[in-house]
Protein backbone atom coordinates (compact mmCIF):
# COMPACT_ATOMS: atom_id res chain seq x y z
CA UNK A 1 0.00 0.00 0.00
CA UNK A 2 2.98 2.54 0.51
CA UNK A 3 4.73 1.85 -2.31
CA UNK A 4 0.94 2.33 -4.41
CA UNK A 5 0.88 5.79 -2.65
CA UNK A 6 4.66 6.58 -3.62
CA UNK A 7 3.87 5.97 -7.13
CA UNK A 8 0.80 8.10 -6.96
CA UNK A 9 2.39 10.80 -5.70
CA UNK A 10 5.47 10.86 -7.87
CA UNK A 11 2.83 10.47 -11.21
CA UNK A 12 1.12 13.61 -9.99
CA UNK A 13 4.44 15.82 -9.50
CA UNK A 14 5.25 14.26 -13.01
CA UNK A 15 1.94 15.63 -14.47
CA UNK A 16 2.53 18.62 -13.03
CA UNK A 17 5.92 19.13 -14.17
CA UNK A 18 5.11 18.30 -17.59
CA UNK A 19 2.36 21.02 -17.72
CA UNK A 20 4.60 23.87 -16.78
CA UNK A 21 6.62 22.87 -19.50
CA UNK A 22 4.06 22.67 -21.68
CA UNK A 23 2.71 26.38 -20.59
CA UNK A 24 6.55 27.71 -20.48
CA UNK A 25 6.58 26.54 -24.11
CA UNK A 26 3.80 28.37 -25.02
CA UNK A 27 4.92 31.42 -23.77
CA UNK A 28 8.08 31.41 -25.49
CA UNK A 29 5.89 30.33 -28.86
CA UNK A 30 3.98 33.37 -28.62
CA UNK A 31 6.93 35.81 -27.78
CA UNK A 32 8.33 34.60 -31.01
CA UNK A 33 5.90 34.84 -33.04
CA UNK A 34 4.92 38.72 -31.53
CA UNK A 35 8.32 39.60 -32.27
CA UNK A 36 8.73 38.73 -35.55
CA UNK A 37 7.71 41.39 -38.70
CA UNK A 38 3.85 41.38 -38.63
CA UNK A 39 3.23 40.61 -35.44
CA UNK A 40 1.37 36.78 -34.08
CA UNK A 41 -1.06 37.93 -36.53
CA UNK A 42 -0.59 41.06 -37.85
CA UNK A 43 -2.61 43.15 -36.13
CA UNK A 44 -0.38 46.04 -35.08
CA UNK A 45 1.22 46.02 -38.46
CA UNK A 46 4.58 45.74 -39.17
CA UNK A 47 7.64 45.72 -37.09
CA UNK A 48 10.13 48.59 -36.65
CA UNK A 49 13.01 48.87 -39.03
CA UNK A 50 16.20 49.89 -36.99
CA UNK A 51 18.09 51.23 -39.18
CA UNK A 52 21.61 53.67 -38.58
CA UNK A 53 21.39 57.54 -38.92
CA UNK A 54 22.75 59.06 -42.51
CA UNK A 55 25.68 60.70 -41.90
CA UNK A 56 25.32 63.86 -43.85
CA UNK A 57 26.81 66.63 -42.50
CA UNK A 58 25.63 70.26 -44.47
CA UNK A 59 28.29 73.21 -44.67
CA UNK A 60 28.95 75.24 -42.25
CA UNK A 61 26.40 78.52 -42.86
CA UNK A 62 28.24 81.65 -41.76
CA UNK A 63 26.26 84.54 -41.26
CA UNK A 64 27.88 87.92 -41.51
CA UNK A 65 27.38 90.01 -38.04
CA UNK A 66 24.64 92.52 -37.87
CA UNK A 67 25.82 96.09 -37.89
CA UNK A 68 24.83 99.06 -36.93
CA UNK A 69 25.14 102.46 -39.29
CA UNK A 70 26.75 104.69 -38.17
CA UNK A 71 28.08 103.66 -35.00
CA UNK A 72 25.89 104.80 -31.94
CA UNK A 73 27.32 107.34 -30.15
CA UNK A 74 26.47 107.20 -26.18
CA UNK A 75 26.89 110.70 -24.43
CA UNK A 76 26.58 111.68 -21.08
CA UNK A 77 23.38 112.20 -19.21
CA UNK A 78 22.43 116.10 -18.89
CA UNK A 79 22.73 117.41 -15.34
CA UNK A 80 20.26 119.39 -14.00
CA UNK A 81 21.03 121.62 -11.56
CA UNK A 82 18.58 124.02 -9.55
CA UNK A 83 20.71 127.00 -8.89
CA UNK A 84 23.43 128.10 -11.13
CA UNK A 85 26.72 126.70 -10.10
CA UNK A 86 29.60 129.10 -9.28
CA UNK A 87 32.02 127.32 -12.08
CA UNK A 88 29.39 128.23 -14.79
CA UNK A 89 29.38 131.86 -13.46
CA UNK A 90 32.93 132.19 -13.81
CA UNK A 91 33.11 130.77 -17.47
CA UNK A 92 30.74 132.87 -18.33
CA UNK A 93 32.60 136.47 -16.51
CA UNK A 94 35.67 134.51 -18.67
CA UNK A 95 33.82 134.46 -21.35
CA UNK A 96 32.65 138.06 -21.22
CA UNK A 97 35.57 139.93 -20.83
CA UNK A 98 38.61 138.72 -22.99
CA UNK A 99 41.84 138.49 -20.72
CA UNK A 100 44.01 141.56 -21.45
CA UNK A 101 47.93 141.23 -21.83
CA UNK A 102 49.61 140.60 -18.13
CA UNK A 103 51.71 142.81 -16.81
CA UNK A 104 55.33 142.12 -16.01
CA UNK A 105 55.90 140.98 -12.16
CA UNK A 106 58.51 143.54 -10.62
CA UNK A 107 59.63 140.71 -7.85
CA UNK A 108 62.15 137.91 -8.42
CA UNK A 109 62.05 135.00 -6.70
CA UNK A 110 64.15 134.75 -3.35
CA UNK A 111 65.51 131.93 -5.02
CA UNK A 112 66.31 131.27 -8.40
CA UNK A 113 66.03 128.09 -10.65
CA UNK A 114 69.68 126.00 -10.54
CA UNK A 115 69.41 125.70 -14.69
CA UNK A 116 69.69 130.44 -14.30
CA UNK A 117 72.79 129.93 -12.41
CA UNK A 118 76.26 129.05 -13.87
CA UNK A 119 78.13 126.88 -11.12
CA UNK A 120 81.37 129.21 -11.14
CA UNK A 121 78.76 132.03 -10.04
CA UNK A 122 77.18 130.08 -6.84
CA UNK A 123 78.97 131.53 -3.79
CA UNK A 124 80.35 128.37 -2.40
CA UNK A 125 78.58 127.89 1.25
CA UNK A 126 80.98 127.93 3.81
CA UNK A 127 82.70 125.01 5.77
CA UNK A 128 81.36 123.44 8.85
CA UNK A 129 82.93 124.96 12.30
CA UNK A 130 84.00 121.97 14.39
CA UNK A 131 83.37 122.83 18.01
CA UNK A 132 85.99 121.15 20.55
CA UNK A 133 84.48 121.36 24.00
CA UNK A 134 87.13 122.34 26.45
CA UNK A 135 85.60 121.05 29.62
CA UNK A 136 86.40 117.56 29.82
CA UNK A 137 84.42 114.85 30.90
CA UNK A 138 84.41 113.09 34.22
CA UNK A 139 86.37 109.70 32.33
CA UNK A 140 89.70 110.79 31.60
CA UNK A 141 90.11 107.52 29.40
CA UNK A 142 87.71 108.57 26.91
CA UNK A 143 89.15 111.54 25.14
CA UNK A 144 87.83 114.83 23.92
CA UNK A 145 84.39 115.25 22.73
CA UNK A 146 83.81 116.59 19.27
CA UNK A 147 80.58 118.01 18.71
CA UNK A 148 79.60 118.01 15.16
CA UNK A 149 76.22 119.51 15.33
CA UNK A 150 75.69 123.45 15.60
Known amino acids: MGRDLQNNVSLVVAALDLQLVRLLRGAIRTADLSSRPGGA ?12 RPRHHPDPLIEARPRIRPTPRFEPRPVIHPTPRLEALLNDA ?4 PPG ?22 VPPP ?15 KGSLIDLFM
Open 41 to 52: GGAFGPAAVIEP
Open 94 to 97: ARAA
Open 101 to 122: PCPPCPHTPPLLPPWKVLPWEQ
Open 127 to 141: PPLIKINVIRPDIHQ
